[in-house]
């Protein structure tokens, strides 16, 4: 296989891992979300009102982290894309 026809594909499981790992990452966020606002309506002490008002804050937290998390990923994986390059073109021209 050529030294190009393996960058290609190496290219494009960079690309479907990442978004498969960011999909399942963002599921997993969901599921958890939930689930823990339900057990959280299931045993709240506090008054229906309280609750909504906590929720509401911890989904702000959690889409917060999300979207960090998110950043975080997308940031290295153009990290890694560059270094790939970068290290490609030092291989084409030595």
Same mark, same amino acid.
């Not at 690309?15 to 990442?18: A, K, L, P, S």
């Not at 966020?29 to 958890?32: N, P």
């Given at each position: 296989m050529s030294? $190009? %026809?393996?960058d290609a594909r190496e290219d494009r499981m960079d *690309?479907? #891992? #990442?978004n498969g790992g960011l999909r399942t990452f963002g599921a997993g &966020? $969901?599921?958890?979300a &939930?689930? #823990?606002a339900g057990i959280a309506l299931l045993i709240a002490p506090s008054s229906g009102e309280e609750t909504r008002r906590m929720i509401a804050r911890q989904a702000r937290r959690l889409a %917060?982290? =999300?979207r960090d998390r998110y950043d975080? %990923? *997308?940031h290295e994986l153009h %990290? =890694? *894309?560059e270094r790939r390059r970068r290290e490609?073109?030092?291989a084409s021209a030595g």
């Open positions: 030294g $190009l %026809a393996k *690309r479907e #891992g #990442g &966020l $969901l599921i958890g &939930l689930v #823990g %917060a982290d =999300a975080d %990923a *997308r %990290a =890694a *894309r490609h073109d030092d």
